[in-house]
């Protein structure tokens, strides 16, 4: 029986052992462990990448966000549209700021939020909308954009899962008043730690996230306002600037492996892709922009099955992931709360009963996707012995 994990990162970083062991002693003999020429040149490079201005190293993925949305001076009272099935951090960071998270719900095809049902949310104290480009592919950025404009509102693009996906052309990231994204060692492009990027075209939004990063000092020991220390560090700037050349082709690697199973699961009993109308046991993930970089390859198994092909799965030593079981608006400490939103949002309680994450990880080698595939189509068959 062949072993498959959910995600590997040993021969990824492996591959570039000896540049980082060169990086780390670089850091080490140059005494500069705060901000530094590293950071900066780690950043430019982001920049340059994702088609933006200014790329601010960050401390994670949740302080991107956090971020962000202090130097919108979002705060007390003020609403936030928001996806209820994503990662707890996005609804998180609008509630330590004393704003108000408000539950929208998803596209059941693409998982990303469903602009329609945003709209019904909007209110008077509505802010900002802050869309999460799930499991590696884009939103609809041109929709979004005209959305935000029609209902004046900022957009802050939680890309923690899909730094380098596009929507006909354009990186997310790149639309909103930010982006924000992580790279915890998960990503797609991770790091040995925590770590995030903040972005922006905004000059004056750049100034600001920068001196609210440093405790909102500027010059040095005045403060302005209150910050905090959101810095990344320069050793973490180092080993994923190594890292950032290489990130189209772990990208390609991860569709490729996409497309694998797609090839391979085409036309098997009860599978099918997740389009509109499609039935099936097992509902695949499609790539609706054609430029999704699969951070996670995601079924839906449909007929109250999907704890049953978990444990199936893990009987053939295959690792899988539910990502997420309960959507945010049930979380214990929000449903108190009585946030708006939360009795509307029937694609994300069924999507919490039906996601199965498989792998998809750049270096899965052929015979382990293989057996993954075949797995898929015998639990589908009914072969489940």
Same mark, same amino acid.
């Given at each position: 029986?062949?072993?498959?994990?959910?995600?590997?990162?040993?021969?990824?970083?492996?591959?570039?052992?000896?540049?980082?062991?060169?990086?780390?002693?670089?850091?080490?003999?140059? +005494?500069?462990?705060? @901000?530094?020429?590293?950071l900066e040149a780690f950043e430019k490079d982001c920049a340059a990448f994702l088609?933006?201005?200014?790329?601010?190293?960050?401390?994670?993925?949740?302080?991107?966000?956090?971020?962000?949305?202090?130097?919108?001076?979002?705060?007390?009272?003020?609403?936030?549209?928001?996806?209820?099935?994503?990662?707890?951090?996005?609804?998180?960071?609008?509630?330590?700021?004393?704003?108000?998270?408000?539950?929208?719900?998803?596209?059941?095809?693409?998982? +990303?939020?469903?602009?329609?049902?945003?709209?019904?949310?909007?209110?008077?104290?509505?802010?900002?909308? @802050?869309?999460?480009?799930?499991?590696?592919?884009?939103?609809?950025?041109?929709?979004?954009?005209?959305?935000?404009?029609?209902?004046?509102?900022?957009?802050?693009?939680?890309?923690?899962?899909?730094?380098?996906?596009?929507?006909?052309?354009?990186?997310?990231?790149?639309?909103?008043?930010?982006?924000?994204?992580?790279?915890?060692?998960?990503?797609?492009?991770?790091? @040995?730690?925590?770590?995030?990027?903040?972005?922006?075209?905004?000059?004056?939004?750049?100034?600001?996230? #920068?001196?609210?990063?440093?405790?909102?000092?500027?010059?040095?020991?005045?403060?302005?306002?209150?910050?905090?220390?959101?810095?990344?560090?320069?050793?973490?700037?180092?080993?994923?600037?190594?890292?950032?050349?290489?990130?189209?082709?772990?990208?390609?690697? #991860?569709?490729? +492996?996409?497309?694998?199973?797609?090839?391979?699961?085409?036309?098997?009993?009860?599978?099918?892709?997740?389009?509109?109308?499609?039935?099936?046991?097992?509902?695949?993930?499609?790539?609706?922009?054609?430029?999704?970089?699969? +951070?996670?390859?995601?079924?839906?198994?449909?007929?109250?099955?999907?704890?049953?092909?978990?444990?199936?799965?893990?009987?053939?030593?295959?690792?899988?992931?539910?990502?997420?079981?309960?959507?945010?608006?049930?979380?214990?400490?929000?449903?108190?709360?009585?946030?708006?939103?939360?009795?509307?949002?029937?694609?994300?309680?069924?999507?919490?009963?039906?996601?199965?994450?498989?792998?998809?990880?750049?270096?899965?080698?052929?015979?382990?996707?293989?057996?993954?595939?075949?797995?898929?189509?015998?639990?589908?068959?009914?072969?489940?012995?």
């Amino acid at each position: 029986m062949i072993t498959v994990p959910l995600l590997d990162l040993g021969p990824q970083n492996r591959a570039l052992e000896a540049q980082f062991e060169t990086a780390f002693r670089d850091v080490l003999r140059s +005494n500069q462990f705060i @901000m530094g020429p590293r950071l900066e040149a780690f950043e430019k490079d982001c920049a340059a990448f994702l088609g933006v201005k200014h790329a601010l190293g960050v401390s994670s993925g949740t302080d991107a966000l956090l971020l962000a949305l202090m130097a919108l001076d979002i705060g007390e009272g003020d609403e936030v549209l928001l996806p209820s099935f994503t990662f707890f951090a996005t609804a998180g960071s609008v509630a330590r700021l004393g704003g108000v998270p408000v539950w929208v719900d998803v596209d059941p095809h693409h998982f +990303n939020i469903d602009l329609v049902d945003a709209a019904r949310k909007v209110g008077p104290r509505t802010r900002a909308i @802050m869309p999460v480009h799930l499991f590696g592919q884009s939103g609809d950025l041109g929709a979004l954009q005209a959305f935000a404009a029609a209902h004046r509102l900022r957009i802050v693009e939680d890309a923690a899962q899909s730094m380098g996906a596009r929507w006909q052309g354009r990186s997310t990231m790149s639309v909103g008043e930010f982006g924000a994204t992580s790279f915890f060692p998960s990503k797609n492009l991770g790091g @040995m730690g925590d770590s995030g990027l903040v972005t922006t075209s905004d000059d004056a939004l750049a100034e600001r996230a #920068r001196i609210l990063r440093v405790h909102g000092m500027q010059p040095k020991y005045y403060h302005r306002e209150v910050g905090a220390n959101f810095r990344m560090d320069p050793l973490q700037a180092a080993l994923l600037h190594l890292k950032l050349p290489h990130l189209p082709e772990y990208n390609c690697a #991860r569709a490729g +492996n996409a497309n694998f199973y797609h090839a391979a699961l085409k036309g098997k009993v009860g599978i099918a892709e997740n389009r509109p109308g499609a039935t099936g046991q097992l509902l695949l993930p499609v790539d609706f922009s054609g430029q999704g970089i699969w +951070n996670q390859f995601t079924l839906r198994v449909t007929g109250g099955r999907r704890d049953a092909l978990k444990a199936f799965l893990t009987g053939r030593k295959i690792g899988c992931e539910i990502y997420y079981p309960i959507p945010l608006h049930r979380q214990e400490c929000f449903a108190a709360a009585g946030y708006r939103g939360g009795d509307s949002v029937p694609v994300s309680e069924l999507l919490s009963t039906e996601v199965l994450s498989i792998p998809v990880f750049p270096e899965l080698a052929a015979e382990q996707r293989q057996w993954v595939a075949d797995s898929l189509a015998d639990f589908a068959a009914g072969k489940t012995e």
